[in-house]
């Protein structure tokens, strides 16, 4: 069965650019979840969707922030205009249904100068 | 916000011996996850024991759940070099919209 796929794996951009990430679940997961994990922490929640629906988006800071599942399959989170503690690994993780185990995928390491 | 704390936050162990990593949490739950991260790659599932379980085991893994005391274990038993790894648990908070919050990990060191 193929993991959770990601990309880009890294990006480097100037603060104030935008940035998107996709990420591609397993296939029959119905739920999708975006984390943030800066260095030396655990990972954040972002947003959580249910097919293409929002569970739970309350943790994404929504001026800069925006996610999207369209179809109910891949996501794309974007970031614009980025700052500088926007610098993270960016997750992604599907599960088969709430709140079963989660399957991450490599993440995207962001850097913001 | 984080949910768990693990303690320690860093552990290093010689090859052989075995590794202790504790969680404390906050609120009711229904079940705790403990997953394991290598240095540049994603999380991945290790073990979930649910709130009406004290223990379980898997391979050289063994959990054990304290409810009334809102704590958590995971032993790893003969450690290997490959255990290196950061180690969170998660939990599964009851009545919220059934998502995980991640402590802030342990780091393993298993030294050869």
């Known amino acids: 069965e193929a993991g959770v796929a990601q990309s880009p794996r890294y990006k480097i951009i100037e603060k104030r650019q935008s940035v998107a990430f996709w990420c591609n679940p397993i296939?029959?997961?119905?739920?999708l979840y975006w984390y943030q994990q800066i260095l030396g922490q655990g990972p954040k929640l972002l947003i959580q969707f249910q097919n293409n629906g929002v569970v739970d988006d309350s943790q994404l800071p929504k001026d800069r922030f925006s996610a999207e599942r369209l179809k109910g399959v891949d996501s794309t989170l974007k970031i614009q205009p980025a700052k500088l503690e926007d610098s993270a690994v960016y997750l992604c993780?599907?599960?088969?249904?709430?709140?079963?185990?989660?399957?991450f995928g490599p993440g995207t390491r962001l850097t913001v100068l | 916000s984080q949910q768990g704390e693990e303690d320690p936050q860093a552990l290093s162990i010689q090859e052989g011996e075995n590794a202790t990593m504790n969680c404390s949490y906050k609120?009711?739950?229904?079940?705790l996850q403990w997953y394991r991260q290598n240095s540049g790659r994603g999380l991945v599932h290790l073990i979930l024991?649910?709130?009406?379980?004290r223990e379980k085991h898997s391979g050289r893994l063994r959990v054990t759940l304290d409810t009334s005391k809102k704590s958590s274990s995971l032993l790893i038993t003969a450690s290997r070099a490959a255990d290196t790894a950061s180690y969170f648990c998660a939990t599964d908070e009851s009545g919220s919209a059934r998502q995980l919050t991640f402590g802030s990990g342990t780091q393993l060191t298993v030294l050869p």
């Open positions: 993780a599907s599960s088969y249904r709430l709140p079963d185990t989660q399957y």
């Open positions: 609120t009711s739950i229904n079940n």
């Open positions: 296939s029959g997961h119905a739920t």
């Open positions: 024991i649910r709130s009406n379980e």
